[in-house]
């Protein structure tokens, strides 16, 4: 399986959906736009596009922010979408993803920093992908907004602080506004990039200290995301042979 990353920032890295990549020896490319790589051209060797986070909105424009393009992704996410290929959209990317398709991104009600439980609904209980997931699952958290909601879209899971963590915008395309890529490693980075800013935030409900942030174990929730990743590839593969 060819799995190919937009990777917006260095601070937010790929974490465990690398690993789980890796581990499964799949192809992995990569465009890692803040050091100015370009796009894929075409699709032909994506299977899975994973589409990560950053501290962008999908409004920023390119004068803003010189090296993200977020219409140059939306197009490459509706093409990979068309061409019946899977697509992950992470945090910014979740956003990216449900823009994609037509439906605006909007400002969570609460902003999360840290590991927070989230809820399955009723589908996303019933969602053969998501089963192993139990009734909640502790999962990492570092956003400000939620992506947006097609007519055909469904709600596969929530948190307390923001109603819209998982959805599912068909069978191969997935939003995560949620974290379950964290390790040790990637929130190291993302402390070393939040700063000051961080600790000025300590004071709200759905944000964890920088010491709790490093205590954390992410295994469990890597682990979980590592199934729904091959319970996904297999759907993927079994379409492609039909």
Known sequence: MN???????AFEAPGAYELWAESRHHTIGSSRVYLGDKLPDSTQDIDLLIVMGGPQDPN?????????DSMAEQRLIRLVIEQQKSVIGVC????????????PFSSSPHPEIGK????????????PFFSHFGDSLEVGHWHNDMPGLTPDSEVIAVSEGCPRQI???????YGFQCH????PKVIELLIRDAGADLHATQDRAFIDSISTLRAHHYEEMNETLFI???KLADHY???RSR
């Open 237 to 239: 593969q079994l379409t």
């Open 116 to 127: 927070f439980p989230i809820s399955l609904t009723t589908r996303g209980k019933d969602h």
């Open 167 to 173: 959805v599912a915008y068909s069978d191969l395309v």
């Open 228 to 230: 729904f990743l091959d």
């Open 92 to 103: 910014l990317g979740a956003q990216l993803v449900g823009e994609a398709l037509g439906a």
């Open 3 to 9: 799995v190919h990353f937009i990777i917006h920032e």
């Open 180 to 183: 379950m890529e964290f390790t």
């Open 60 to 68: 920023v424009t390119l004068a803003q922010c010189p090296h993200f």
